[in-house]
C-alpha cells in the first residue's frame, strides 16, 4: 500500500503550492540585495495577470524559486524553502511508493533529464571507489548492455572513465551471457577493478528490461567490487506498475540508485528527470568549493527551476497511486491488442510483455509509412527496427490507420518477392 502518494484535488493542489509561494521569497515586499535572480522579467510576464490566481504551476514558473543543491539532505538555500518541501516530497513518492524503498533512506533531486541523472550516478560511483578505495581513474570501468542509453557515452567522455558494453540476443534483446562473462574478463585484463554497472528497466528503442542477477552474479563469480545504477528514465513511471515482485526496486540491496523521467511516461515539461539514491552516496559529489550556497551543492546541474519540480508533484498527486494504476493499465491492454494485430498479420516484432513499446523489423515497414506515422528508427542512416510508443494519445483507432497503411505496403512487398 502506498505510503506517502495520495489524491488530491485541484483546490487541495493550488492550495498547498500558493502557501509554498508564500514562503519563498518576495522579492516586491522584502529587500532582498544578494541574489542574483528575481522574478521572471515583468515586461513580458506579467506578475498581476488575472489568471495565475488559478495557476499555480504557471505562478511558480513567473515566481522562479531555485531549487539548487539536494533539498533531501537537510539544509538548502532557504529563499525558496516553500517549493523546495514540494520537491522533497515528490521524491519521497517516487523512492517509496514506486521504487519500494523504506521512508527517508533515499536522497534526491529532480534533474535536467533522464541524461544527467544517469550521468550523476556515474559522477557519484567513480568519486566513491576513488575516495573510499583510493581507486585510480584507469581502474574503474562503466558496463551496460549495447541497448544502453547513449548517455553512457557521454558519461564515458566527461568523467573519463571507459566504457564496456555487453552484447544483447537480437529477437530477445537479452543480455548474451557468455559475451558478458569474457567482457568483465577483458575489462580485469584491462586493468579494472571496481565496476559501476548499469541495469536497464526499459531501454529507450526497444522497452527492454535487463535480468539484474545475470550481472550479479557473472560480477560475483569474479569476485568484483561494483555499484549498480538502474537506468528507468523510460520505464521509471511505467514497469513498477506492470511488473508484480520485481527485483528492480530499493528492496533489492544490490540497487543503489535509479533514473526516472517524467517528461516520458509522466507527461511533465522537458527538462524533469529524476535522480534517486540511497543515502550515503551523494555525499561524494559535493562542490565544497561552492559556499555561498547554504547546504552547498551536490548536483551535476547546479541551479534548476522549481516549476519543474512542482509540476510532477502536481501531475502524481493529481491522479494519485490508483488512478496511475488505472492509466498504465490502460496503455498495456491497448499494446497488447496492437501486437495481435501485428501477429495476426505475421508480422515481426519485439515488445517485452511489461511495457508498452513495440518496434517493428524494418522489413515490415515501408519507409514513407514510418515518416507518416513518426515511427522512431533505431539508427536514421541504417534502420534495422521502428518502434511505436503506446502513450494516451495513441489511440485504438490511431493504430487502426497504421495497420491499414501496414497492411497495403506489405501486400505489395509479398506480391514483389513472389514475382
Known amino acids: 500500500m502506498n505510503k506517502i502518494w495520495k489524491k488530491k484535488s485541484q483546490e487541495e493542489i493550488s492550495d498547498i503550492i500558493f502557501k509554498a509561494l508564500k514562503q519563498n521569497v518576495n522579492y516586491d515586499k522584502q529587500n532582498i ?37 539536494c533539498h533531501t539532505l537537510g539544509q538548502s538555500e532557504s529563499f525558496f524553502s516553500g517549493t523546495h518541501e514540494i520537491e522533497k516530497e515528490l521524491i519521497e513518492i517516487c523512492a517509496v511508493d514506486i521504487l519500494g524503498g523504506e521512508p527517508l533512506q533515499q536522497d534526491g533531486y529532480v534533474a535536467s533529464g533522464g541524461t544527467e541523472a544517469n ?14 578505495h583510493s581507486a585510480k581513474l584507469d581502474e574503474i570501468c562503466i558496463l551496460c548492455s549495447e541497448d544502453t542509453h ?9 568523467l573519463v572513465v571507459d566504457l564496456y558494453k555487453v552484447k544483447v540476443e537480437n529477437n530477445t534483446r537479452e543480455i548474451k551471457k557468455e559475451d558478458l562473462n569474457k567482457t568483465i574478463q577483458f575489462a ?15 531501454t529507450t528503442m526497444f522497452g527492454s528490461v535487463d535480468n539484474i542477477d ?164 533505431d539508427n536514421h542512416s541504417h534502420p534495422n527496427w521502428y518502434k511505436i510508443v503506446i502513450m494516451e494519445h495513441v489511440t485504438i483507432e490511431k493504430l487502426m490507420f497504421l495497420l491499414e497503411k501496414i497492411k497495403i505496403y506489405e501486400a505489395k512487398r509479398l506480391t514483389q518477392s513472389s514475382t
Open 119 to 132: 550521468l550523476q550516478a556515474i559522477w557519484v560511483y567513480r568519486n566513491y571507489f576513488t575516495q573510499k
Open 214 to 377: 545475470t550481472y550479479v552474479n557473472e560480477l560475483d563469480e569474479f569476485s568484483c567490487e561494483y555499484k549498480i545504477h538502474i537506468d528507468g528514465a523510460y520505464g521509471g513511471f511505467y514497469y513498477p506498475f506492470t511488473s508484480n515482485d520485481s527485483p528492480l526496486t530499493f528492496k533489492n540491496p544490490n540497487i543503489s540508485s535509479f533514473t526516472l523521467d517524467a517528461h516520458k511516461m509522466a507527461q511533465a515539461p522537458y527538462g524533469t528527470g529524476i535522480f534517486i539514491i540511497r543515502k550515503g552516496l551523494i555525499e561524494h559529489t559535493n562542490t565544497k568549493q561552492a559556499s555561498y550556497v547554504e547546504g552547498e551543492d551536490f548536483t551535476l546541474i547546479g541551479s534548476r527551476s522549481g516549476a519543474n519540480a512542482v509540476a510532477v508533484w502536481m501531475i502524481l498527486v493529481k491522479n494519485g497511486y490508483f488512478g496511475w494504476q488505472e492509466k498504465i493499465y490502460i496503455l498495456q491492454k491497448r499494446a497488447k491488442w496492437m501486437c495481435q494485430q501485428l501477429d495476426d498479420l505475421n508480422i515481426k516484432f519485439y515488445r517485452h510483455p511489461q511495457s508498452n513499446i513495440i518496434t517493428i523489423k524494418n522489413e515490415f515497414i515501408h519507409q514513407d509509412v514510418a515518416m507518416e506515422f513518426g515511427l522512431v528508427p
Open 33 to 69: 540585495l544578494g541574489v542574483p535572480a528575481s522574478f521572471l522579467d515583468e515586461k513580458v510576464f506579467y506578475q498581476d495577470a488575472g489568471f495565475l490566481k488559478d495557476a499555480p504551476f504557471i505562478s511558480t514558473l513567473v515566481q522562479n524559486p531555485n531549487h539548487i543543491g
Open 150 to 158: 547513449y548517455s553512457m557515452d557521454k558519461a564515458k567522455n566527461v
Open 188 to 202: 580485469i585484463e584491462d586493468g579494472k577493478r571496481y565496476f559501476i554497472v548499469v541495469v536497464n528497466m526499459m
